[in-house]
């Protein structure tokens, strides 16, 4: 029985090649090429629907043995226990090899079975963390063989997408660092410079030459997988203080500039990891916001005139704003420490505008970060 289904799922496979048809199955015979209505999972769990001409036929999972919409999404008759009783329903099959995975769906319910070999069928349960039955240390026993993706299993969630990856890693033998959620600290020495010839409120700045001031800054960071696939979501807050002091003399004048205050930077990033088993590289880009406090600004001008020398205090209150928005890019590396633990390094460049009456500013950072 189980030659002829392979012969069968063979021939399909070659007469999919030339179309992406329905088809169905039983112990003995194929028909492809047949329109499949999609009723959602719950009802494609519970009845095949062919349409043939203008009349649709249901056959019920001791008629079929198999149907699918194409090659890429197949039902299979199995017997399972639901309710209960032991009974024939449809299971979508999601992965395909050593291990194959199945999912069967109910309006309040669902779950996932996995076969080795076509020697073992059973029911990944997710139940309770503490059971042995747990669905993660089932994964765990049942790759036993594949050492490498072991603690994998730790980060795999109850869904199609997530263990659909981990049984694919498994049965190519292909091990890659799982996407998890991960939250930890960030210290960083930050390089700023003011852009003074924005300011629109002030007419002689343009005549001093700003230099980037060294600081050093911490935070927090966390960090978002999104659908279990190498792209994230990545939040930091950060907290940093800058003091500048810039001075520009000609023959008839000084002006000197002072400013000191704080910083709260948010960005939030858009980050793509490339997988590998010890250094992965990545790079990350998108928004970030920066409130300013503690601000002190000091601006003078110096005039001489013979003997006679004046001094202006030009200060402009608004020279700093309380608010900043603007973009921020950036690449690194990620080194594992071990499957939970991983050092981050990364350079990155923040360019933060603010109104017209106040001033600009860039940074160039160096973040260096560990998750918990």
């Avoid at 199995?78 to 999601?94: A, H, N, R, S, V």
């Amino acid at each position: 029985m189980k030659n002829i289904i392979s012969v069968l799922i063979l021939i399909f496979s070659c007469l999919s090649a030339f179309g992406q048809q329905g088809f169905y199955a039983t112990d003995s015979t194929m028909l492809v090429s047949v329109k499949i209505i999609d009723n959602g999972r719950i009802e494609n769990g519970r009845w095949c629907v062919a349409l043939k001409g203008n009349k649709t036929e249901k056959y019920s999972p001791d008629e079929v043995k198999m149907y699918g919409f194409n090659k890429e999404r197949i039902y299979w008759s199995k017997t399972i226990i639901y309710g209960g009783t032991p009974d024939k329903y449809f299971l979508e099959q999601l992965s395909d090899g050593k291990l194959k995975l199945f999912y069967f769906a109910d309006k309040k319910y669902n779950t996932f079975y996995i076969e080795e070999d076509s020697t073992s069928f059973q029911e990944l349960a997710k139940g309770n963390k503490s059971d042995d039955s747990y669905f993660q240390k089932q994964l765990q026993q049942i790759s036993s063989d594949f050492p490498e993706i072991y603690n994998n299993a730790k980060y795999v969630h109850y869904n199609r997408r997530a263990l659909s990856k981990f049984v694919n890693e498994y049965n190519n033998r292909e091990y890659k660092p799982f996407p998890y959620f991960k939250i930890g600290l960030v210290g960083f020495k930050e390089m700023s410079e003011f852009d003074l010839s924005k300011s629109a409120s002030l007419d002689n700045v343009g005549q001093i030459n700003c230099k980037y001031d060294n600081s050093f800054g911490a935070g927090v960071f966390t960090d978002i997988p999104i659908r279990v696939s190498n792209f994230s979501f990545h939040l930091e807050i950060l907290y940093t203080k800058h003091n500048y002091s810039f001075s520009s003399e000609t023959n008839n004048e000084i002006i000197d500039f002072a400013t000191n205050f704080s910083s709260v930077k948010v960005p939030i990033l858009l980050r793509y990891t490339y997988p590998s088993k010890k250094i992965s590289p990545f790079i990350n880009t998108g928004a970030i916001w920066a409130y300013n406090t503690d601000k002190k600004t000091k601006f003078f001008e110096t005039k001489f005139a013979g003997n006679i020398i004046e001094i202006e205090d030009i200060a402009d209150k608004s020279i700093v704003a309380d608010t900043q928005k603007g973009f921020s890019a950036g690449m690194g590396i990620e080194y594992r420490l071990n499957y939970k633990h991983s050092m981050f390094f990364e350079v990155r460049f923040n360019r933060l505008l603010s109104d017209n009456k106040s001033l600009n500013n860039q940074d160039i950072q160096f973040l260096a970060s560990f998750n918990f």
